[in-house]
């Protein structure tokens, strides 16, 4: 496959170009809705991972490539940076629909319904399932007490 022949085979070649490009003075309602779609796409895309490396190797600003957003790429760039391993990345997982969302504990993919709403995890990657956040509070209680007795 040359450098460019993966675009041909991609899920969003024939799709609206604004679906993946934030117009001009969208406000963040409209921006997670159309966010959401976008990454629908991409998460059937059979060239996902090429066109995710890809953005990363340009530092791409805006849109989303493979999957995810600007700020999701600087978070999945400095991983690499750390790590040296840009298999991090390409590592297959099972897919995620825009109903479902992983646990960044446990990594279960489960029903959206299951996580508090996160107004500061908007890449969807930091947020934890119900059971895991009161597993956490429970021990953070537990802590508390050991710590004055």
Same mark, same amino acid.
């Given at each position: 496959?040359?450098?460019?022949?993966?675009?041909?085979?991609?899920?969003?070649?024939?799709?609206?170009?604004?679906?993946?490009?934030?117009?001009?003075?969208?406000?963040?309602?409209?921006?997670?809705? /159309?966010?959401?779609?976008?990454?629908?796409?991409?998460?059937?895309?059979?060239?996902?991972?090429?066109?995710?490396?890809?953005?990363?190797?340009?530092?791409?600003?805006?849109?989303?490539?493979?999957?995810?957003?600007?700020?999701?790429?600087?978070?999945?760039?400095?991983?690499?940076?750390?790590?040296?391993?840009?298999?991090?990345?390409?590592?297959?997982?099972? /897919?995620?629909?825009?109903?479902?969302? /992983?646990?960044?504990?446990?990594?279960?993919?489960?029903?959206?319904?299951?996580?508090?709403?996160?107004?500061?995890?908007?890449?969807?990657?930091?947020?934890?399932?119900?059971?895991?956040?009161?597993?956490?509070? /429970?021990?953070?209680?537990?802590?508390?007490?050991?710590?004055?007795?």
């Amino acid at each position: 496959m040359t450098d460019l022949d993966w675009h041909h085979q991609a899920a969003c070649k024939n799709l609206p170009v604004l679906l993946f490009f934030p117009p001009e003075g969208e406000r963040q309602p409209d921006r997670d809705r /159309r966010e959401a779609k976008a990454k629908a796409v991409c998460g059937g895309c059979p060239v996902r991972m090429r066109c995710l490396e890809e953005a990363l190797q340009r530092n791409d600003k805006f849109g989303i490539w493979g999957g995810l957003n600007p700020e999701e790429r600087v978070s999945v760039r400095r991983r690499v940076q750390r790590t040296g391993a840009l298999s991090l990345v390409a590592r297959p997982r099972p /897919r995620v629909t825009v109903s479902e969302k /992983r646990c960044c504990r446990c990594q279960e993919v489960l029903s959206a319904e299951l996580f508090y709403a996160d107004n500061r995890a908007t890449d969807g990657l930091t947020s934890a399932c119900k059971g895991c956040q009161h597993a956490r509070e /429970r021990q953070e209680r537990r802590d508390a007490r050991e710590a004055v007795a």
